[in-house]
């Protein structure tokens, strides 16, 4: 997307009116709007204006909603898990019996075990005391031990009885303090509000459990430790470091500064976050991680699209929640557009934001790439289609693939060519070196300037652009000889040097981006690459340059289902996003050519056909023009006196041995042929076309 920037130069109307309110008014200094709320601290969030607009209330809403549903899965797919809020209720209701129960039950155990064994040692004491035939001092002692473990047995049960009440009396006072708030809350808001009263205060009571119930047994609390955004979790701050530390692009130490909040963009479709590495750790490092980081997010590769920013250590994150590009296009503008003003940048197609990409050809040249079927020709013809419906622009078109690409530019093309034919290539090449670069040449020292441009354009109907494409060089390279392969790539390069400021657009597509496909020197000075999928981060390199694929902008990630997608770079230096040209199918592209053959039939551009050419070119071309005119559909050959006759009708009085001179014929053809029962000499019409041919290189 081209940026526009107002020039120094251009005068500043604000700037402008406070000046001349100083000049024209000195008595009266201009006076500074007072801004009502003044952040001298600059810490006050930065809220766009339009976010109070109607559009703005719309996205909002939009955003809110789809953090809703999310939300509502997330907290769907938690529920079967240990820290659904029905477990975490469960457990707090089980953790308050507990509490109130206590922990008195172990001693009253404890006292209940030592009755136990007292009355145990009781009863055996007993047993022995009351055996018979014991002398009487064994008697009185055995006596004396029945008598103290009855004692200790009384003990034992008095403790235990204690206990017992001391425990009862325990829960009964937690038991209160556990019911009284629930009751209190639950009968005042019943008493106060009613039936929803009643229902918020159960609810109350149930979130005040599932408080006391959120740590699992093991101790654990929920966290979003593992959370992804492929799950259908929210971006946080804790999720963006750990994926940038699991992915390696940090320290497990270090953390990012986030300069923005993570939050979802205005029309719900990505997360996004603009944040800054720790020191010492490049950008590259990040871009170059989109798998790993990727995978952290739950998420595709084509999902994550990291920018750098202003500097080095500025990362803009965007995580899309569905793959992009992968709606059905929208409708192309140029099927409503009346005409084209190529002077003017025109829209390429939409970048990942849904924002229009827009490109200025004047002075420019491309390369577009990309495998088989990824989308070249539709990317080229948003350029060639606009240009079409600019009637000043004259094309030039070849496809070495021989394809059907270009045939429906024909009738609208200055020359073309679409057999694939290293010749015919050369002729237009050699054409628009010899001719039109020649005459924009002449026309610049005429406007007293090294270039053309849109003013002079305004002023001179003869300044106008051109377009030159040339699609599958490598075709042509492999189908010419040695010479004219050189001469082929001389002039190519001649043309898009010297005639870029000359206003000729020249546009290189290739299947097979590599050295051969176009050479280097005169890749090096096409300054707009858009790379379709590519086969290998190699051939991505080739259309965008060194490097590119290594800090993240590899067109091979481009998915083959993404037809039409592709890396877009607007001149050296832009930052490479992913845009999905507009397309046209074949009825729009017929229909768009329509009204483009109409304007230029209006204006009076269309190019010569090759019988407008013939009569150009003097008077025997006018003759024998009138001459091909005069074989009817279907009829080869013609009697010398009907040909005669009918030039001289149509004012070219012509005597047969002219004739004979402006139309040679071979001895077989010199044979007298039968019409209409008489033998007569006459004029085939292949002797015809061979003369045109022949003496003016036209093909009819
Ligand atoms: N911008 C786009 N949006 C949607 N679909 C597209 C887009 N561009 C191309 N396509 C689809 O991809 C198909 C192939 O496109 P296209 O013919 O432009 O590819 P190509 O790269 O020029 O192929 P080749 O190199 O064989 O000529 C089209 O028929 C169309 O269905």
Same mark, same amino acid.
């Given at each position: 997307?081209?940026?526009?920037?107002?020039?120094?130069?251009?005068?500043?109307?604000?700037?402008?009116?406070?000046?001349?309110?100083? =000049?024209?008014?000195?008595?009266?200094?201009?006076?500074?709007?007072?801004?009502?709320?003044?952040? =001298?601290?600059?810490?006050?969030?930065?809220?766009?204006?339009?976010?109070?607009?109607?559009?703005?209330?719309?996205?909002?809403?939009?955003?809110?909603?789809?953090?809703?549903?999310?939300?509502?899965?997330?907290?769907?797919?938690?529920?079967?898990?240990?820290?659904?809020?029905?477990?975490?209720?469960?457990?707090?209701?089980?953790?308050?019996?507990?509490?109130?129960?206590? #922990?008195?039950?172990?001693?009253?155990?404890?006292?209940?075990?030592?009755?136990?064994?007292?009355?145990?040692?009781?009863?055996?004491?007993?047993?022995?005391?009351?055996?018979?035939?014991?002398?009487?001092?064994?008697?009185?002692? +055995?006596?004396?031990?029945?008598?103290?473990?009855?004692?200790?047995?009384?003990?034992?049960?008095?403790?235990?009885?204690?206990?017992? +009440?001391?425990?009862?009396?325990?829960?009964?006072?937690?038991?209160?303090?556990?019911?009284?708030?629930?009751?209190?809350?639950?009968?005042?808001?019943?008493?106060?509000?009613?039936?929803?009263?009643?229902?918020?205060? #159960?609810?109350?009571? !149930?979130?005040?459990?599932?408080?006391?119930?959120?740590?699992?047994?093991?101790?654990? !609390?929920?966290? %979003?430790?593992?959370?992804?955004?492929?799950?259908? %979790?929210?971006?946080?701050?804790?999720?963006?470091?750990?994926?940038?530390?699991?992915? /390696?692009?940090?320290?497990?130490?270090?953390?990012?500064?986030?300069?923005?909040?993570?939050?979802?963009?205005?029309?719900?479709?990505?997360?996004?976050?603009?944040?800054?590495?720790?020191?010492?750790?490049?950008?590259?490092?990040?871009?170059?991680?989109?798998?790993?980081?990727?995978?952290?997010?739950?998420?595709?590769?084509?999902?994550?699209?990291?920018?750098?920013? %202003?500097?080095?250590?500025?990362?803009?994150?965007?995580?899309?929640?569905?793959?992009?590009?992968?709606?059905?296009?929208?409708?192309?503008?140029?099927?409503?557009?009346?005409?084209?003003?190529?002077?003017?940048?025109?829209?390429?197609?939409?970048?990942?934001?849904?924002?229009?990409?827009?490109?200025?050809?004047?002075?420019?040249?491309?390369?577009?790439?990309?495998?088989?079927?990824?989308?070249?020709?539709?990317?080229?013809?948003?350029? =060639?289609?606009?240009?079409?419906?600019?009637?000043?622009?004259?094309?030039?078109?070849?496809?070495?693939?021989?394809?059907?690409?270009?045939?429906?530019?024909?009738?609208?093309?200055?020359?073309?060519?679409?057999?694939?034919?290293?010749?015919?290539?050369?002729?237009?090449?050699?054409?628009?070196?010899?001719?039109?670069?020649?005459?924009?040449?002449?026309?610049?020292?005429?406007?007293?300037? /090294?270039?053309?441009?849109?003013?002079?354009?305004?002023?001179?109907?003869?300044?106008?652009?051109?377009?030159?494409?040339?699609?599958?060089?490598?075709?042509?390279?492999?189908?010419?000889?040695?010479?004219?392969?050189?001469?082929?790539?001389?002039?190519?390069?001649?043309?898009?040097?010297?005639?870029?400021?000359?206003?000729?657009?020249?546009?290189?597509? #290739?299947?097979?981006?590599?050295?051969?496909?176009?050479?280097?020197?005169?890749? %090096?000075?096409?300054?707009?690459?858009?790379?379709? /999928?590519?086969?290998?981060?190699?051939?991505?390199?080739?259309?965008?340059?060194?490097?590119?694929?290594?800090?993240?902008?590899?067109?091979?990630?481009?998915?083959?289902?993404?037809?039409?997608?592709?890396?877009?770079?607007?001149?050296?230096?832009?930052?490479?996003?992913?845009?999905?040209?507009?397309?046209?199918?074949?009825?729009?592209?017929?229909?768009?050519?329509?009204?483009?053959?109409?304007?230029?039939?209006?204006?009076?551009?269309?190019?010569?056909?090759?019988?407008?050419?013939?009569?150009?070119?003097?008077?025997?071309?006018?003759?024998?023009?009138? =001459?091909?005119?005069?074989?009817?559909?279907?009829?080869?050959?013609?009697? #010398?006196?009907?040909?005669?006759?009918?030039?001289?009708?149509?004012?070219?009085?012509?005597?047969?041995?002219?004739?004979?001179? !402006?139309?040679?014929?071979?001895?077989?053809?010199?044979?007298?042929?039968?019409?209409?029962?008489?033998?007569?000499?006459?004029?085939?019409?292949?002797?015809?076309?061979?003369?045109?041919?022949? /003496?003016?290189?036209?093909?009819?």
């Amino acid at each position: 997307m081209s940026i526009e920037t107002t020039p120094s130069s251009t005068p500043d109307p604000e700037w402008e009116r406070i000046v001349g309110g100083y =000049l024209n008014a000195p008595g009266e200094a201009p006076v500074e709007k007072q801004t009502t709320s003044v952040d =001298l601290m600059g810490d006050t969030p930065l809220t766009p204006a339009w976010t109070k607009t109607r559009t703005g209330w719309k996205s909002r809403a939009e955003v809110g909603r789809v953090n809703t549903v999310r939300g509502f899965r997330k907290w769907l797919r938690r529920q079967a898990t240990e820290h659904g809020h029905a477990s975490q209720i469960g457990r707090g209701i089980r953790r308050t019996v507990l509490w109130v129960q206590g #922990t008195e039950g172990a001693q009253v155990l404890a006292a209940r075990y030592e009755v136990q064994q007292t009355q145990r040692d009781y009863k055996a004491a007993k047993w022995a005391h009351d055996r018979r035939l014991m002398p009487g001092k064994e008697k009185e002692k +055995r006596r004396r031990e029945m008598e103290g473990a009855f004692a200790d047995s009384a003990s034992a049960m008095s403790k235990y009885r204690s206990a017992q +009440r001391d425990a009862r009396m325990r829960r009964a006072v937690r038991g209160v303090a556990a019911l009284t708030p629930i009751a209190g809350v639950e009968g005042a808001s019943l008493q106060l509000l009613g039936t929803p009263g009643g229902l918020a205060a #159960t609810a109350a009571t !149930l979130a005040t459990f599932a408080l006391i119930g959120r740590r699992t047994t093991a101790g654990e !609390l929920y966290t %979003d430790r593992d959370a992804k955004i492929g799950d259908g %979790d929210r971006m946080t701050d804790d999720m963006v470091n750990r994926v940038y530390r699991d992915a /390696r692009v940090i320290a497990a130490d270090d953390t990012l500064r986030l300069s923005t909040p993570c939050t979802l963009t205005a029309d719900g479709k990505a997360w996004q976050v603009v944040f800054q590495l720790p020191s010492g750790t490049p950008a590259k490092k990040a871009l170059g991680a989109r798998e790993g980081i990727a995978n952290g997010f739950g998420v595709s590769v084509q999902q994550v699209h990291q920018t750098r920013g %202003d500097r080095e250590d500025t990362i803009h994150l965007r995580v899309s929640l569905k793959l992009p590009f992968s709606t059905k296009p929208t409708r192309g503008p140029l099927l409503d557009a009346e005409r084209v003003n190529l002077w003017q940048p025109i829209r390429m197609g939409v970048n990942l934001r849904g924002e229009e990409v827009i490109t200025s050809w004047v002075e420019r040249s491309g390369l577009f790439g990309g495998e088989p079927g990824s989308g070249k020709s539709a990317a080229a013809n948003d350029l =060639l289609l606009a240009a079409a419906l600019d009637p000043t622009v004259r094309m030039y078109l070849a496809d070495g693939k021989a394809g059907a690409d270009i045939t429906p530019f024909e009738p609208i093309a200055t020359m073309y060519d679409t057999d694939g034919d290293p010749d015919k290539l050369l002729d237009i090449l050699q054409y628009m070196w010899d001719v039109e670069i020649k005459e924009r040449r002449a026309l610049a020292k005429e406007h007293g300037s /090294r270039k053309l441009t849109e003013a002079m354009a305004a002023v001179d109907p003869r300044v106008c652009l051109a377009v030159l494409l040339v699609d599958e060089w490598s075709s042509y390279g492999a189908a010419a000889d040695q010479k004219t392969r050189q001469e082929m790539e001389r002039l190519l390069r001649l043309i898009v040097q010297q005639g870029r400021a000359l206003g000729i657009i020249s546009l290189a597509a #290739t299947q097979k981006p590599d050295s051969d496909s176009v050479p280097t020197g005169i890749r %090096d000075i096409l300054s707009i690459r858009w790379a379709m /999928r590519c086969l290998t981060p190699q051939a991505s390199d080739t259309i965008l340059g060194q490097g590119y694929a290594s800090a993240g902008h590899n067109a091979q990630d481009i998915l083959k289902s993404q037809r039409g997608v592709g890396i877009y770079m607007d001149g050296e230096g832009a930052e490479p996003e992913l845009v999905r040209g507009d397309y046209y199918d074949d009825d729009e592209v017929a229909a768009i050519l329509g009204r483009a053959y109409s304007l230029r039939q209006e204006a009076g551009t269309l190019p010569l056909g090759p019988l407008d050419r013939l009569r150009a070119a003097g008077e025997d071309g006018e003759i024998l023009a009138t =001459l091909f005119g005069l074989y009817p559909e279907g009829v080869e050959m013609l009697p #010398t006196a009907r040909v005669t006759e009918g030039l001289a009708a149509a004012g070219h009085p012509v005597t047969a041995d002219r004739l004979a001179v !402006l139309v040679p014929r071979t001895d077989e053809e010199k044979r007298r042929q039968e019409v209409s029962g008489s033998k007569v000499s006459v004029y085939p019409l292949t002797a015809v076309r061979r003369a045109v041919l022949d /003496r003016y290189d036209i093909g009819l």
